[in-house]
């Protein structure tokens, strides 16, 4: 009985297309808490299902990443427990992952189908943990939602597998969402006569808020990769191959590689509006489709602070917007798009 609920749940999960997890975690936003409302969205920004199914339906899933210029860790299931640290749920991983699998486990697939979508779904599995460990259960929505997404990229198999394990300290898990909101929207002081300062101002720029060291200085309105190549403080080509000066990885200065994508946890309105060039190339390089001015995901080379700001640095960068509007024109753009990667392999 339990295998034939968990293979049913995995079934449901994979009839869900991109428009149906869209409706799904947009219907869940209202519900998620401040602290991760914009964090959830960044993660489902760095793990689309549209490029995890592309390659997972390719011929040839080594020769697709080489032709969609994929580099770094862009696969879920080398990094089930570590993709959502930078989300304050992160710290009740471990019982939203067992409830997860219980819910696989006692899944009814004629009633999910019929009256209970993927986003009650979400909730009634946060509501659980919710009650079962008492906190608040809009700390568990967003958590919650990646848990479902994590299952539908890795298999429910190796979900289950996984240790479940936290990937933040004691002193970090302390803090509570109040204290990060207000870290994030504070702005360095400029000293006694800070208001009279002009292109000599400082801001700090946070990528990692569960490692009080990592952040750098950025000087007024310049952009967020000009100022990570500054930082000296680790060997990071040891730490990632893709960055080649400071934390943020970057091989162009012109958004033309899209190696320095980034998403903005805290402060995006202080950041420069997206350029028209910026605009297109996220377009481009499928990270994101919006007009938004001030989005959540930027390019790091062409970004420029005025304030304080706190981002993430995905694990991996590639350009696949292009191949997954083609695919989605038919097969006829599908398959030469699939020739083109062959080809190129060779």
């Not at 999960?13 to 149906?20: F, I, K």
């Not at 006569?193 to 720029?205: E, I, P, Q, Y």
């Not at 808020?209 to 930082?231: C, F, K, P, V």
């Amino acid at each position: 009985m339990s295998m034939n609920s968990e293979t049913l749940f995995q079934n449901f999960l994979d009839q869900q297309d991109e428009d149906d997890w869209a409706r799904a975690t947009n219907g869940l936003l209202p519900f998620i808490h401040e602290v991760d409302r914009t964090a959830t969205q960044i993660w489902f920004a760095f793990y689309p299902i549209t490029l995890f199914r592309a390659l997972a339906e390719a011929e040839d899933a080594a020769a697709l990443a080489r032709r969609l210029l994929l580099q770094g860790d862009y696969y879920l299931r080398d990094q089930i427990d570590s993709s959502h640290k930078f989300l304050y749920g992160h710290r009740y991983w471990p019982e939203v992952k067992k409830a997860v699998a219980e819910h696989a486990a006692s899944f009814n697939a004629a009633w999910a189908m019929t009256t209970r979508p993927l986003a009650d779904q979400i909730r009634e599995v946060a509501g659980k943990v919710a009650k079962r460990i008492n906190v608040e259960e809009s700390l568990l929505v967003g958590i919650a939602s990646v848990a479902f997404m994590t299952v539908a990229q890795t298999g429910l198999a190796a979900f289950k597998a996984a240790p479940g394990t936290t990937q933040i300290d004691a002193k970090h898990a302390k803090r509570s969402p109040e204290q990060i909101l207000k870290e994030r929207a504070k702005d360095d002081s400029q000293g006694l006569f800070g208001f009279l300062r002009t292109v000599d101002k400082r801001w700090t720029v946070t990528y990692d808020e569960n490692d009080g060291s990592a952040s750098y200085s950025l000087i007024d309105m310049e952009e967020l990769a000009s100022g990570a190549a500054r930082d000296k403080s680790r060997d990071w080509r040891a730490l990632d191959p893709r960055c080649v000066e400071g934390p943020i990885p970057v091989e162009c200065r012109s958004a033309s590689c899209g190696t320095c994508w980034v998403g903005v946890l805290g402060g995006a309105e202080k950041l420069s509006d997206v350029s028209v060039r910026e605009g297109k190339q996220m377009k481009e390089f499928g990270y994101i489709n919006t007009d938004e001015p001030k989005p959540i995901i930027r390019l790091a080379c062409m970004a420029q602070g005025g304030g304080a700001v706190s981002v993430v640095i995905p694990p991996w960068n590639g350009v696949f917007g292009k191949y997954l509007r083609r695919k989605a024109e038919g097969p006829a753009a599908a398959t030469a798009e699939e020739e083109a990667a062959r080809e190129s392999a060779d």
